[in-house]
């Protein structure tokens, strides 16, 4: 009985496994092929060998745009894991709670080109309302997308609202921690930083490891959207990613083998950013075994 569940379980899978080996695994392999030949999509392709990684190095936009796109994850991803982390803490009891959910979900739900126009009224440096609150409080008004030092802040501030799926997990997560731990510690004296430090923190650090595991991965590719919308990369480069560097190489350009080599040195990017979310669950003790963060 049990073996012929399991076994309905994995034919219901079947169709998400096709549709990850085609849509990721197979383009995924084509361009590391891709990366080896000169191809411009008008012409037969040419073998050079390695020669598109060296010439996607040197390219000066590439390291510029490797540096921009870990800005706008190595910060905003512990943020929005912590934004998350104390919205549904904040949702999780209260008469406003219902409200407070629908608040923090609905700019995930919202879609990109409609989420950028928003942001691009909100940082707007003459009538935009965030510089009309810090003028009224006698504050200095940066010009934002306007300024190449405030850019990728700017982006990095509009990201930081897109918390809606994390914030589930997050509710999800605490619903699961008995109430006894959290009574238990109020009896004794503790205060609600001292829960939230001291009992909800070390229950949950696995579960905001994996978000933030999750959301260095989705940074680097939501940031080149949110990029691309609110400044075209610019002004002066300060906000143009490696996605970017990939689709003007491939669509600007056609050179479609050094977009190949430069969407691999992405891979790479990505893979040492989730070993690294790895090394420091591993360094913390989050009880949590190998195979089991690993899945």
Same mark, same amino acid.
């Given at each position: 009985?049990?073996?012929?569940?399991?076994?309905?379980?994995?034919?219901?899978?079947? !169709?998400?496994?096709?549709?990850?080996?085609?849509?990721?695994?197979?383009?995924?392999?084509?361009?590391?092929?891709?990366?080896?030949?000169?191809?411009? =999509?008008?012409?037969?392709?040419?073998?050079?060998?390695?020669?598109?990684?060296?010439?996607?190095?040197?390219?000066?936009?590439?390291?510029?745009?490797?540096?921009?796109? /870990?800005?706008?994850?190595?910060?905003?991803? !512990?943020?929005?894991?912590?934004?998350?982390?104390?919205?549904?803490?904040?949702?999780?009891?209260?008469?406003?709670?219902?409200?407070?959910? =629908?608040?923090?979900? /609905?700019?995930?739900?919202?879609?990109?080109?409609?989420?950028?126009?928003?942001?691009?009224? &909100?940082?707007?440096?003459?009538?935009?309302?965030?510089?009309?609150?810090?003028?009224?409080?006698?504050?200095?008004?940066?010009?934002?997308?306007?300024?190449?030092?405030?850019?990728?802040?700017? &982006?990095?501030?509009?990201?930081?609202?897109?918390?809606?799926?994390?914030?589930?997990?997050?509710?999800?997560?605490?619903?699961?921690?008995?109430?006894?731990?959290?009574?238990?510690?109020?009896?004794?004296?503790?205060?609600?930083?001292?829960?939230?430090?001291?009992?909800?923190?070390?229950?949950?650090?696995?579960?905001?490891?994996?978000?933030?595991?999750?959301?260095?991965?989705?940074?680097?590719?939501?940031?080149?959207?949110?990029?691309?919308?609110?400044?075209?990369?610019?002004?002066?480069?300060?906000?143009?990613?490696?996605?970017?560097?990939?689709?003007?190489?491939?669509?600007?350009?056609?050179?479609?083998?050094?977009?190949?080599?430069?969407?691999?040195?992405?891979?790479?990017?990505?893979?040492?950013?989730?070993?690294?979310?790895?090394?420091?669950?591993?360094?913390?003790?989050?009880?949590?075994?190998?195979?089991?963060?690993?899945?």
């Amino acid at each position: 009985m049990n073996d012929g569940y399991e076994r309905r379980l994995k034919r219901l899978l079947l !169709p998400y496994g096709m549709g990850i080996g085609l849509l990721f695994v197979v383009p995924a392999i084509l361009s590391f092929a891709l990366a080896f030949f000169r191809y411009d =999509a008008l012409s037969p392709p040419r073998f050079v060998g390695t020669l598109n990684f060296p010439l996607a190095r040197t390219d000066s936009l590439f390291s510029l745009s490797v540096f921009n796109s /870990l800005a706008l994850v190595i910060l905003p991803a !512990p943020l929005r894991v912590f934004g998350a982390f104390l919205a549904a803490r904040l949702a999780r009891g209260g008469r406003l709670r219902h409200l407070l959910r =629908a608040a923090v979900f /609905l700019p995930a739900a919202m879609p990109a080109s409609a989420f950028a126009l928003a942001w691009l009224w &909100i940082l707007n440096p003459l009538y935009g309302p965030l510089n009309r609150l810090l003028m009224a409080l006698s504050l200095s008004a940066p010009g934002w997308l306007s300024d190449a030092q405030w850019a990728r802040p700017a &982006i990095a501030l509009a990201l930081l609202w897109l918390v809606g799926e994390g914030f589930l997990v997050c509710l999800a997560a605490l619903y699961d921690v008995p109430r006894d731990l959290e009574d238990a510690a109020a009896a004794d004296g503790a205060g609600a930083g001292a829960i939230l430090r001291y009992v909800l923190l070390p229950l949950l650090a696995p579960v905001l490891l994996l978000l933030m595991a999750r959301d260095a991965v989705l940074l680097l590719q939501e940031s080149f959207t949110l990029a691309w919308l609110l400044s075209g990369g610019g002004p002066y480069y300060a906000t143009y990613t490696l996605p970017q560097f990939i689709y003007e190489a491939a669509f600007g350009r056609l050179d479609f083998g050094v977009a190949s080599a430069a969407l691999w040195a992405l891979y790479v990017v990505t893979g040492l950013l989730l070993i690294l979310v790895y090394l420091v669950a591993r360094q913390w003790q989050v009880g949590l075994s190998e195979e089991e963060f690993l899945l």
